[in-house]
């Protein structure tokens, strides 16, 4: 099993990839498997190879204004997942993001998420401003921040400044040398001020920000008129050669520059310099474009493999040997699925599934658009049952297009078909075929006819519709699952951070312990139907045995059932809310529980209280909530709410298709 580790700039931090190669290659250099994946990259690095899995810092802004923040991290991490399967390596080294144009801490703590990372906090320093400065970027990464941090990276805590007391890599020059900024720096004693782990401390070295002519051409707006565009500068004065203004890159002329930078439009060799570039900019305006370049690899990245060995040396060789993977029990640690990582990976499991959703609400706006957004990407095909022309009418008002991948189901023409097949499956209640005629009339009914015949492969109604109107065809007609009891229903929460899974939020009233526990069981296999790793906690007013009554009983009972059927599956209870997912809280109230503190499936003890509280999550919170996702239907049949939004329809559909392939 695999282990992915994100470098965390705190504050500005640039330089960072040179800490994620030189730790890439200390793990090579330690027999373990290692690769490089940078989440965004600027524009101008798209053309090196190694960021060919990157979504571009100027995309990522434009999907941020649009309020696209979901689809950027699903691209992320349908990024991660092309990269691995490219790589296959045993430790993934995620780059972390640096850039001024977003909030980056936020950035990271998504991909942080999204990719299941532990953090290795990358700074400037030992001194109390740098652990202010880390404290202040680690505040958006929750949980992580407490328990998932590997170790810090000290990173140019030597560079020189500019005038202004800020640190220069690219080109700076001599700048002032590095002053020691406060008397609590830890420098040099393995912490920095509050404590944590030092991992590496990595020197500056102009080196290891060393620009290539053809980079700085583009800098400058100008071209090589000679000499070799991988030539190599690192410091910049100005000077006179040949009666035009030039400016060096490196040494003197006398000394062989490596790179002259001549203005004004100025053209002619220079004896003893390694690369010529000639531009129309004045000196001045060279000197503040080199001024503002930023540390980044050149498109080519020729000079990675040097920089990434001489910066391994600064890591702890017991530090990396312990990011090896190994196959013992600590392999198998707990990973939260992220909400980017289910979305994308359900999206993914339907498409490979290609299934046909009937949607029997076809002329329901939310439910047009949701169609044409699930057949152009291909998720599932949609059939819309209605007036093919009124439903285009409703496509064309709502501006989308219903392509190829849409199918239609004119009512009137197909009830006729099923009358015979209802009048067969409710004789025992005396149908007449009058009656099943009448019956078909109800979109939902002729749905579940054609479900039933294997004519669609699952369905998705209730934007307009009760619950009862979704699910009482089904139940008459599909009836339940060979192995189920009840039907129950379960809500995926969009966490933040984590997708939890809530039931029963839709379906059973007041159930006993048996069906408690049958609830239990069914959302434990529906969580490992979508990748989760279930810890299911049995909800109540009282954790363990701090409280007593009937309803804590029936909760007592019901874990018992689960555990004694099915004792694969990691439950405990009864557990208030608050002890299932705060370890303090857990670490006080149930600190021998496996469950508490980190659960992520809920089952609530009652319709009531499920139903509240996942509107509580949604509505306050502002927290996605899909489905109800219905359990233990012989064939998948889901309900949506009635104030769905269009994502959630197409969620829902999404799951419809994973759904049925378990069939």
């Known amino acids: 099993m695999s282990r992915n580790v994100i470098l965390v700039p705190a504050g500005k931090s640039d330089g960072i990839y040179v800490a994620s190669l030189g730790l890439v290659k200390a793990l090579e250099q330690n027999g373990i498997k290692a690769a490089l994946f940078k989440p965004m990259s600027c524009c101008s690095e798209k053309e090196c190879e190694c960021n060919k899995y990157s979504v571009s810092f100027c995309d990522a802004v434009t999907m941020l204004c649009k309020n696209l923040k979901t689809e950027l991290f699903e691209l992320v991490v349908g990024n991660f997942e092309k990269f691995k399967q490219d790589n296959q390596a045993d430790v993934y080294v995620v780059e972390g993001v640096v850039c001024d144009k977003f909030n980056q801490d936020d950035i990271n703590a998504n991909i942080a998420f999204a990719l299941n990372c532990k953090l290795l906090v990358v700074n400037q320093g030992g001194c109390q401003k740098s652990a202010k400065m880390r404290a202040l970027s680690l505040k958006s990464f929750g949980s992580l921040a407490t328990d998932g941090i590997l170790g810090d990276i000290l990173l140019n805590k030597n560079a020189p400044k500019d005038l202004g007391g800020h640190k220069k890599l690219v080109l700076a020059g001599k700048g002032r040398e590095h002053e020691k900024e406060c008397s609590s720096c830890a420098c040099g004693t393995g912490r920095i001020a509050d404590g944590n782990k030092i991992v590496a401390d990595i020197a500056y070295d102009p080196a290891n920000y060393a620009v290539s002519a053809a980079t700085i051409a583009k800098l400058v707006d100008g071209k090589i008129v000679s000499g070799c565009d991988c030539a190599r500068g690192m410091g910049v004065r100005t000077t006179e050669c040949d009666c035009a203004n030039a400016v060096l890159v490196g040494n003197d002329i006398k000394n062989a520059a490596n790179i002259v930078i001549l203005t004004e439009g100025a053209n002619h060799e220079v004896a003893g310099a390694k690369s010529v570039i000639s531009t129309q900019a004045s000196s001045v305006e060279v000197l503040q474009a080199l001024a503002n370049a930023k540390p980044i690899l050149d498109g080519d990245c020729k000079f990675k493999d040097e920089i990434a060995t001489r910066v391994a040396q600064a890591f702890c060789s017991d530090f990396v040997k312990s990011l090896a993977p190994c196959s013992c029990s600590c392999a198998s640690e707990f990973a939260p699925m992220a909400p980017a990582t289910f979305r994308y990976k359900l999206t993914e499991l339907a498409k490979k599934a290609n299934k046909r959703i009937a949607l029997p609400e076809g002329d329901e706006p939310r439910t047009v658009v949701a169609a044409s957004r699930v057949a152009e990407a291909k998720i599932a095909r949609p059939i819309l049952f209605g007036d093919k022309e009124a439903i285009l009418k409703v496509a064309a008002e709502q501006g989308v297009s219903l392509g190829d991948n849409v199918e239609f189901v004119d009512p009137n023409a197909a009830r006729q078909k099923y009358v015979d097949r209802l009048v067969e499956l409710r004789k025992s209640k005396g149908l007449t075929p009058e009656q099943a005629l009448d019956m078909l009339q109800d979109n939902m009914v002729l749905a579940t006819m054609m479900l039933e015949a294997n004519e669609v492969d699952g369905i998705v109604s209730g934007a307009v519709h009760t619950t009862a109107n979704t699910i009482r065809p089904p139940l008459q007609i599909i009836k339940t699952a060979p192995n189920a009891s009840l039907v129950s229903s379960v809500f995926f929460m969009l966490m933040p951070q984590e997708v939890y899974i809530y039931g029963d939020c839709a379906i059973n009233p007041n159930p006993n312990a048996q069906e408690l526990a049958?609830?239990?069981?069914?959302?434990?296999?529906?969580?490992?139907?979508?990748?989760?790793?279930?810890?299911?906690?049995?909800?109540?007013?009282?954790?363990?045995?701090?409280?007593?009554?009937?309803?804590?009983?029936?909760?007592?009972?019901?874990?018992?059932?689960?555990?004694?059927?099915?004792?694969?599956?990691?439950?405990?209870?009864?557990?208030?809310?608050?002890?299932?997912?705060?370890?303090?809280?857990?670490?006080?109230?149930?600190?021998?529980?496996?469950?508490?503190?980190?659960?992520?499936?809920?089952i609530f003890p009652s319709l009531e209280a499920g139903n509240i509280g996942y509107k509580t999550a949604q509505r306050t919170a502002n927290i996605v909530a899909i489905g109800p996702m219905l359990q233990g239907m012989r064939k998948p049949v889901n309900d949506l709410s009635r104030g769905a939004l269009v994502d959630d329809i197409v969620y829902t559909i999404a799951i419809t298709a994973v759904q049925a392939t378990q069939v």
């Open 518 to 602: 049958q609830i239990a069981i069914q959302s434990a296999d529906t969580a490992k139907t979508f990748g989760i790793d279930p810890r299911v906690a049995m909800l109540s007013y009282s954790t363990i045995n701090s409280g007593k009554g009937p309803d804590v009983d029936t909760v007592v009972e019901a874990v018992k059932i689960v555990r004694e059927q099915r004792p694969d599956i990691n439950v405990d209870g009864p557990l208030q809310y608050d002890a299932s997912v705060a370890a303090d809280v857990a670490a006080q109230k149930a600190p021998n529980s496996k469950v508490a503190g980190k659960a992520n499936v809920f």
